[in-house]
């Protein structure tokens, strides 16, 4: 037999030369784009300041260090002092932990969620998802902001009850992008073959569609870490935050008074915010570019 | 008898539910699929033919156990596995295997080809890994892949080596039947050929069994031993490849047969009488032959009741569903 059927192997040789793994295309891609590269740059200089930085300036963010409004450069404050006297380096090291740990918590938890739901949904298809998108319905419209500040209200503002009033506000959009790639792969042989073979349901569900289906939940993902910083620090803003812990939106939420006198105490927490999230999304749009194989073949 | 056979159907219907309800306030369903009856003997093909809509792949899929709602038996081998369910059924789904027709939408693209040929004996269990590799390697060699291809992923491969690895996985579990789902029908004439002759190869080398589904009469004469013309969810024709290609005698058979294109100078102005007329409305119950309306021979009497396949006079095994076939058999 082989004579017939070896006819057309000429071509793979060059093929096998050069064979490559769809994530290290990715890679590729991703590393050409410029903005997201830069942005994974700076977003990684934040996580690193975050992470090591009130370990090299160990100053306590709540303790009253000098006169208040001290401005940034002047008497060794790099970022000068708040209204009640403290360093505002101490307190943007610090509140940069608070405000990127709970943006990564909510979004996994909103991930978690919202695949939950979507993947069940778009797999079991009938009643299961009548009712479970129908649940989706109810949160996505209730007013975001209005719901996570009575949770907040009624179970305390401490950080763990903040980060599940943002995760469980904004698990919608994924639990819809799931299921409409659910949907869509469900339907392809490949998992009818998977399916012939003899994969259970599980199995088709967390092994052959969900792996498929991650590219634009992936995107989603990162975009959510970005918003949930942002919700944060809305949160904070309005008083509705642990008051025992720093974040972004908190200092600016505490300094809001100010914000004519010492601009700069406001100023500059907003930034750290603006640039995060700017920094997010265009990784998330590099990621989108990366991992959509239409836009990969141009 | 029935030992030898790999596949025995009877009496198989297929419906779908539908939106709606018909006068009597019942659910409407679509009758996809109306009481067929067919067998395949161990190592034989049989081919299922008909145009889009037919019904034959929802048949064919409804022998592997992949439609939700269906009635009748379908004997594997001896067991009964139309009567499995979950769990019984997943782990007996290794001996029914698939080659689609689509061999860009039917390998998972995240997998290497190795892994998209291991993923049965993976759900079958019962193989250690080294023994799976060795499957795995004995199989590229017998679709003609080679070694190093194992690693390569979908995307790297043309379409005819992809419909390489469907069959290389459809062999995996040393299934007692293979359903060819169309399998050339999305390849270029050149592999086609290529294609079908790996399949009769590999049916000759390992003894396999397929029910074979295509809409080209031309691939069907190449591949079937046995062959059943398919209209609207019932068998019209029902023989084996010699008596049907020496007479197929259905007046739809003898449409399709029609239909065939030729290069030959005026054929066409002579055949080629091409059907027309509506098609049946398959939610409502069917009261006469489903081909009237669109057949060239209808006369009386075929709009009353449905006519079921019986063997045509002067041979043995030639069956036909049609009310006129002894007026044909004397023309």
């Known amino acids: 037999m082989a004579s017939a059927e070896r006819s057309t192997p000429r071509v793979t040789e060059e093929l096998v030369a050069t064979a490559q793994h769809p994530a290290r295309e990715m890679l590729t891609m991703f590393v050409g784009n410029r903005a997201a590269m830069v942005a994974s740059i700076i977003l990684m200089a934040i996580v690193l300041a975050a992470i090591f930085g009130p370990m090299l300036h160990p100053v306590d963010p709540f303790e009253m260090v000098w006169a208040p409004f001290t401005p940034p450069g002047q008497d060794g404050f790099v970022l000068g002092t708040d209204y009640l006297g403290r360093d505002m380096l101490a307190a943007l090291l610090n509140g940069g932990r608070v405000s990127l740990t709970i943006g990564l918590v909510a979004a996994l938890m909103s991930v978690f969620i919202g695949i939950s739901f979507g993947a069940l949904a778009g797999f079991y298809r009938g009643v299961v998802e009548e009712i479970l998108m129908r649940i989706t319905e109810f949160f996505q419209v209730l007013p975001t902001l209005l719901f996570s500040m009575v949770i907040v209200a009624l179970f305390g503002a401490s950080l763990e009850v903040v980060t599940i009033a943002i995760g469980i506000v904004s698990w919608t959009a994924v639990a819809r992008i799931t299921r409409a790639e659910f949907l869509r792969i469900r339907e392809l042989e490949y998992v009818t073959a998977s399916r012939a073979a003899g994969a259970s349901n599980i199995t088709l569900i967390t092994r052959v569609i969900l792996p498929n289906a991650l590219p634009p939940i992936i995107v989603q993902a990162a975009l959510m870490v970005g918003s949930a910083i942002l919700f944060e620090a809305g949160l904070a803003f309005l008083g509705l935050s642990d008051p025992n812990v720093v974040s972004w939106g908190q200092i600016i939420g505490s300094n809001r008074p100010y914000i004519l006198d010492a601009s700069f105490t406001v100023t500059i927490p907003g930034l750290a915010i603006f640039v995060t999230v700017l920094s997010i999304s265009l990784i998330g749009d590099g990621l989108n570019d990366a991992l959509n194989p239409k836009l990969r073949a141009r | ?331």
Not at chain 2, 94 to 105: E, G, K, W
Not at chain 2, 113 to 129: C, H, M, N, W
Not at chain 2, 253 to 267: H, N
Not at chain 2, 321 to 327: H, L, M, N, S, V
């Open chain 2, 1 to 331: 008898m029935s030992a030898q056979l790999a596949l025995d159907v009877r009496n198989l219907s297929v419906s779908f539910p539908m939106r709606g309800r018909d006068a009597d306030g019942r659910r409407r369903r679509l009758l996809a699929v109306d009481d067929v009856s067919f067998s395949v003997a161990r190592g034989k093909t049989l081919g299922i033919v008909g145009e889009s809509g037919s019904g034959k792949t929802t048949a064919a899929m409804a022998v592997a156990r992949l439609v939700p709602k269906m009635a009748g038996s379908i004997i594997i081998d001896g067991t009964d596995f139309g009567a499995l369910d979950t769990e019984a059924l997943r782990r007996a789904r290794q001996r029914v295997q698939i080659i689609f027709q689509d061999p860009y939408s039917s390998l998972n693209p995240r997998l290497r080809a190795a892994d998209i040929v291991r993923e049965p004996l993976i759900y079958a269990g019962a193989t250690s890994r080294t023994e799976q590799d060795r499957i795995i390697d004995e199989l590229f060699e017998a679709v003609g892949l080679r070694p190093e291809q194992k690693a390569l992923f979908p995307h790297q491969f043309s379409g005819g080596q992809r419909q390489r690895i469907g069959i290389a996985r459809a062999l995996s579990t040393r299934p007692s039947l293979i359903i060819c789902d169309e399998p050339v029908s999305a390849l270029d004439v050149a592999v086609q050929a290529q294609i079908l002759n790996l399949l009769k190869s590999l049916q000759a080398q390992f003894g396999l069994t397929y029910l074979f589904i295509s809409h080209d009469l031309g691939v069907v004469q190449h591949m079937c031993d046995d062959i059943a013309v398919m209209y609207m969810g019932q068998f019209m024709e029902y023989a084996n490849r010699e008596s049907f290609f020496a007479a197929p005698r259905h007046p739809y058979s003898e449409a399709l047969l029609d239909a065939v294109p030729t290069i030959e100078v005026g054929a066409q102005a002579t055949g080629g009488k091409l059907v027309d007329g509506a098609i049946p409305d398959l939610t409502k119950p069917q009261t006469g032959c489903r081909f009237a309306s669109r057949c060239p021979h209808v006369a009386a009497g075929c709009e009353d009741s449905v006519p079921l396949l019986d063997v045509w006079p002067g041979t043995s095994d030639h069956q036909l569903a049609c009310y006129r076939a002894a007026e044909f058999a004397a023309s």
